[in-house]
C-alpha cells in the first residue's frame, strides 16, 4: 500500500516504513538506545532526501524514548537535577546543530558530514564499546568476579569549579562537564538526527560515574527533552520534518521496541553491549566506505532555496 | 517559464502568416489532485488541426507531425560533481541553473530529428539540453557538461523524458497523446505546450495549463508545515509522546 509523504513528496510503501519502523524498534528496545542512529541512513538508503529523514526521524526518537522514560520515571530512575541541566545545554546545542545543518545543506556538503559525523563518532563509540565488552566477556569466562566501578571514586572532572550537588545520583560535582556533555549530544544529534543514547550512557558511567540506577532513566529523560526541542527547531528552521513519515516510524517503533525489550531479558548485559558494538561499527563502515570507494555516479543535484 | 512564453508570442506572430492552421486541443485534466494514495496520474491530451478562421479551405492538407511538452514548476536546481580527494570522495564543483523545470516531459509523433531540425527544437525548447542553456558571461562549457549530467539524472528519477511515439494520430489531422505523471512530479503549476509542424516548420501551436496539487489532509499538512511551523513542530512532539505512552501501556513491559 502506497501512502504520500506530504513533505518528503514522495509515495513510499505504508508497510515498509512501518516495517523497519519495528526492526529498528526491536534493536533499539533490545539494547536501550534510541535507535536513530540505524533508522537514518536507512532512509537515507531508500530514497528519502536527508534532510526530511534526519527532521523526521528526530521526531521519531521522541515516541521510542517515552514509554522508557515513563517506565523508569515511576521506578524513580530519572535524576531530574542533572537531566534538567543536560537538557538546558542540549537545547542549546540543538540551536548550533540545526542552524550549522542549514549552512551545510545550502553548500552541498550536508551529505558529507552526516557520512563523516557517523564515520567518526560510530566508529569511535563502536570500537571502544567493542574492546569494553569483549573484555568483560573473557574475564567472565575465566571465573574473574567484575565488579562496579564504585560511584565515589573521583577524576579530576570532578574537580573543576562550579560544583554543584546531585542528590539521587550522590555526585557533588563540578557543572562544567556535564554542560560540555549536554551541548555536545545536543550539537550532534540535532545534526545527525540521532538521539545521543549511546554517547550518553558511557560518557555519564565513565566520565560523571552516575551510579547504574539513574543512568539510563537520565539518559532516556534528556533524549525525549532535547529531541522534542531539536523537532520543534527543525520544524521551524527548515520544514522538513514529515509528520505522516514519523508517525508511520513511530508506529513501528514503539511496538518493535516493546518485543525488544522482552527479547533483551534473556541476554546478559556484557553479550548485548558487544552485539551493540559489532551493529554500530557496521554502520561506521558502511559511512566508511561511502567515502571511500568511488561513488556509483559522480553527479548529484539537489534543489536550492525556500520550499514552495 | 515567461522567457518562453515571451519566445512563444514573437515566434507565433512570425510563423503564422506562412501555413495558416488552428488547432483545437484539450487536456483531460485540469488539476491532478494528490492524494494519500497518490501513485501517479494518467493524462490525455487531444486536438485537431483546423483550417484557420477566415479561411476558405474545408480541411487542412497533413501529413502533420505533433510535438506536445510538458513541463512542470521551476526551480533552482544545481548539479554538484564529486571528486577524489585526500582518499575521500566529495562534492567539490557545482552549477547552479535558475529557474529549471522540475519536470519536462516530451511526447512526438515521430522521431524528433525527422520532424524538424534541431535549431528549431532548441530554439523552442523542446529538447531538454535547451532548459540548460546558461546566458553568456558564465563558463559555458562547465555548464554545458553539467546541463547534460543534470538531464541525465532528471531522466534517471522519471521527472525528465522523450517519447517518440507518445502522440498518435487517429485520422489526418486529429491526434491524441498519453503522459504518465509519476508519484514523484512535483506539485505546482504546469504547461503543455502543443506544436504542429508541416514539412518541419512549425504551422500551430497552443499552450494549456493544468495543476498538481495536493488536496486534503495532504494538502493541510503541507501548508500547515510552511504557514504555522511552530504550531507543526509542536503538534509532531505530542503525536510523539502521546504514540510512546500509548505504545508502552498497550504492552505493558
Known amino acids: 500500500m502506497q501512502i504520500y509523504l506530504p513533505i518528503a513528496e514522495l509515495s513510499m510503501n505504508l508497510f515498509f516504513l512501518v516495517g523497519i519502523g519495528a526492526a529498528v524498534g526491536f534493536l533499539s528496545g533490545l539494547f536501550g538506545v534510541g535507535g536513530g542512529f540505524l533508522l537514518t541512513p536507512l532512509l537515507i538508503f531508500s530514497g528519502v532526501p536527508a534532510p526530511v529523514a534526519v527532521a523526521s526521524v528526530t521526531g521519531q526518537v521522541v515516541a521510542a524514548s517515552t514509554s ?41 556538503q550536508l551529505d558529507l558530514f552526516i557520512s563523516l559525523g557517523f564515520l567518526i563518532l560510530l566508529g569511535f563509540v563502536g570500537t571502544l564499546m567493542l574492546i569494553e565488552s569483549t573484555r568483560a566477556i573473557l574475564k567472565q569466562r575465566k571465573g574473574i568476579v567484575v565488579r ?53 550512557v558511557p560518557a555519564l558511567v565513565y566520565l560523571l560515574r552516575v551510579p547504574g540506577n539513574v543512568v539510563i532513566g537520565t539518559s532516556l529523560a534528556q533524549v525525549v527533552a532535547m529531541m522534542a526541542a531539536t523537532t520543534i527547531l527543525h520544524a521551524v528552521q527548515s520544514q522538513s520534518v514529515d509528520i505522516l513519515l514519523a508517525f508511520c516510524l513511530m508506529v513501528g517503533g514503539t511496538a518493535g521496541a516493546q518485543f525488544g525489550a522482552s527479547a533483551g531479558k534473556y541476554l546478559r548485559g556484557e553479550q548485548l553491549r558487544g552485539l551493540l558494538a559489532i551493529l554500530v561499527l557496521a554502520v561506521a563502515i558502511r559511512f566508511g566506505l561511502s567515502l571511500v570507494l568511488a561513488p556509483a555516479d559522480v553527479f548529484s543535484m539537489a534543489v536550492l532555496g525556500a520550499r514552495q | 517559464m515567461m522567457r518562453l512564453l515571451a519566445l512563444f508570442a514573437i515566434l507565433f506572430g512570425l510563423v503564422a502568416p506562412a501555413h495558416a492552421a488552428r488547432l483545437v486541443s484539450q487536456v483531460s485534466n485540469d488539476t491532478v489532485e494528490i492524494t494519500s494514495s497518490f501513485d501517479g496520474e494518467r493524462m490525455s491530451f487531444f486536438g485537431q488541426i483546423m483550417p484557420d478562421a477566415g479561411s476558405t479551405e474545408k480541411v487542412v492538407e497533413g501529413p502533420f507531425q505533433t510535438i506536445v511538452v510538458v513541463l512542470g514548476p521551476t526551480q533552482n536546481r544545481v548539479a554538484r560533481q564529486k571528486t577524489h580527494n585526500f ?97 514523484n512530479a512535483p506539485p505546482g503549476p504546469y504547461i503543455a505546450l502543443t506544436y504542429v509542424f508541416k514539412n518541419g516548420e512549425i504551422i500551430a501551436r497552443k499552450s494549456e495549463g493544468f495543476s ?36 508502552g501501556v498497550l504492552f505493558k513491559r
Not at chain 2, 549530467?149 to 517519447?163: D, K, Y
Not at chain 2, 503541507?222 to 504514540?243: E, F
Open chain 2, 87 to 183: 582518499g575521500i570522495w566529495l562534492n567539490t564543483d557545482q552549477v547552479e541553473y535558475k529557474n529549471f523545470p522540475s519536470y519536462f516531459h516530451v511526447l512526438a509523433s515521430a522521431r524528433l530529428k525527422d520532424i524538424t531540425d534541431v535549431t528549431t527544437l532548441t530554439t523552442n525548447y523542446i529538447l531538454p539540453e535547451a532548459h540548460t542553456l546558461m546566458p553568456s558571461g558564465v563558463d559555458w562549457w562547465k555548464s554545458a557538461v553539467f546541463g547534460r549530467e543534470l538531464v541525465r539524472l532528471m531522466t534517471e528519477e522519471g521527472l525528465f523524458g522523450i517519447q517518440e511515439n507518445g502522440v498518435n494520430f487517429l485520422s489526418d489531422n486529429f491526434y491524441s497523446a498519453r503522459l504518465t505523471l509519476p508519484s
Open chain 1, 148 to 200: 562496579d566501578r564504585l560511584p565515589n571514586q573521583h577524576s579530576w572532572i570532578h574537580g573543576l569549579p562550579m560544583r554543584v550537588r546531585f542528590k539521587k545520583s550522590r555526585l557533588y560535582i563540578s557543572v562544567l562537564p556535564v554542560l560540555v556533555i549536554g551541548l555536545f549530544i545536543g550539537f550532534v544529534g540535532s545534526l545527525l538526527g540521532i538521539g545521543g543514547g549511546f554517547i550518553m
Open chain 1, 68 to 108: 522508557g522514560a515513563l517506565s523508569h520515571y515511576r521506578r524513580g530512575g530519572i535524576d531530574l537535577h542533572l537531566a534538567m541541566y543536560l537538557v538546558l545545554s542540549g537545547v542549546l546545542g540543538a540551536f548550533g546543530g540545526v542552524a550549522t545543518f542549514a549552512v551545510l545543506r545550502d553548500a552541498g
Open chain 2, 212 to 247: 498538481v496539487r495536493k488536496i486534503g489532509f495532504e494538502r493541510f499538512l503541507a501548508l500547515s508545515a510552511v504557514q504555522q511551523p511552530l504550531l507543526y513542530g509542536i503538534i509532531c512532539v505530542l503525536l510523539a509522546l502521546v504514540t510512546g505512552w500509548l505504545g
